[in-house]
């Protein structure tokens, strides 16, 4: 949680891989029968979270590719 708070380059850093290794551990849930129904049952009751981890790596996958894109258009050269 504090990670969240801070406002700095590595407390961000911090914070997505936090957000990453709980995205992995319900991965890695999903393929038990019995902590999928229990995962599924509480994932209703905190829909929010979800959606807001899925944001975050759906928005860092966005970025690389807007970062690893072929560019094209005019780039004017040194002044």
């Known amino acids: 949680m504090l990670s969240g708070i801070l406002n700095s380059d590595k407390a961000i850093n911090v914070n997505i891989a936090i957000m990453r290794a709980f995205v992995m551990i319900r991965q890695y849930a999903l393929t038990y029968k019995e902590l999928t129904d229990r995962l599924k ?3 209703g009751k905190f ?3 979800y959606e807001a981890i899925n944001y975050l790596l759906e928005k860092d996958k966005q970025q ?3 970062k690893e894109r072929k560019r094209i258009g005019f780039y004017p050269g040194p002044s």
Do not use: F
């Open 41 to 43: 049952e509480i994932e």
């Open 47 to 49: 829909e929010d979270v």
């Open 64 to 66: 690389i590719e807007q």
